[in-house]
T-cell receptor, first 111, second 114 residues
Framework: NAGVTQTPKFQVLKTGQSMTLQCAQD?????MSWYRQDPGMGLRLIHY???????DQGEVPNGYNVSRSTTEDFPLRLLSAAPSQTSVYFC??????????FGPGTRLTVT | GESVGLHLPTLSVQEGDNSIINCAYS??????FIWYKQESGKGPQFIID?????DKRQGQRVTVLLNKTVKHLSLQIAATQPGDSAVYFC?????????????FGTGTLLAVQP
């Protein structure tokens, strides 16, 4: 049981490039979320999903897309990277009313 | 204390002392609260939670207190150990405990001196 896994661990992008951050969980959790964490700050919710085929926006969704084609996977797409998207990205999963488990994070730098 | 820019409020304690970390939450409609611990380079880790129908909950070496009148949450750690050194976040949600929609505070750095 690997829990929540994220790839890559580190990524450097140039402004305007696109990429997908991968997230997978093997706990059969319905709920998955993406957060970003900027230096010295708490986590802010980007997008979340309550089940396969269902996604919704969080607090800071602009510049990001998500899809949930399976229960296990919840990729986050940056369509055209900007320096303001330099951050650490965390994926999390939980069952309904259950504890939220976080992945180890992806550290993204946009130059 | 208040978070100012990139500088997290810091609580420095001696090993063996008790620690109290405070959090002022923002939404009076929030009905579920969680404390997370985040070690350097890792994702947040669940410590303890509390629902709005309670004012105190105890775990192993940790206690969470909730004061809804002043929208204040605190985490007490007994006999603090070096392994407790981390950033601690409170999180809230008004969505009946739906933990996929949490609102996080800015965090407090706990530094345990040996």
């Amino acid at each position: 049981n690997a829990g929540v896994t994220q790839t890559p661990k580190f990524q450097v992008l140039k402004t305007g490039q696109s990429m997908t951050l991968q997230c997978a969980q093997d706990m059969n959790h319905e709920y998955m979320s993406w957060y970003r964490q900027d230096p010295g700050m708490g986590l802010r919710l980007i997008h979340y999903s309550v089940g396969a085929g269902i996604t919704d926006q969080g607090e800071v969704p602009n510049g990001y897309n998500v899809s949930r084609s399976t229960t296990e996977d919840f990729p986050l797409r940056l369509l055209s990277a900007a320096p303001s998207q330099t951050s650490v990205y965390f994926c999390a999963s939980s069952s309904y009313l259950g504890e939220q488990y976080f992945g180890p994070g992806t550290r993204l730098t946009v130059t | 204390g208040e978070s100012v820019g990139l500088h997290l409020p810091t609580l420095s304690v001696q090993e063996g002392d008790n620690s109290i970390i405070n959090c002022a939450y923002s939404n009076s409609a929030s009905d579920y609260f969680i404390w997370y611990k985040q070690e350097s380079g890792k994702g947040p880790q669940f410590i303890i939670d509390i629902r709005s129908n309670m004012d105190k909950r105890q775990g192993q070496r940790v206690t969470v207190l909730l004061n809804k009148t002043v929208k204040h949450l605190s985490l007490q750690i007994a006999a603090t150990q070096p392994g407790d050194s981390a950033v601690y976040f409170c999180a809230e949600t008004p969505y009946g405990g739906a933990t996929n929609k949490l609102i996080f505070g800015t965090g407090t750095l706990l530094a345990v001196q040996p």
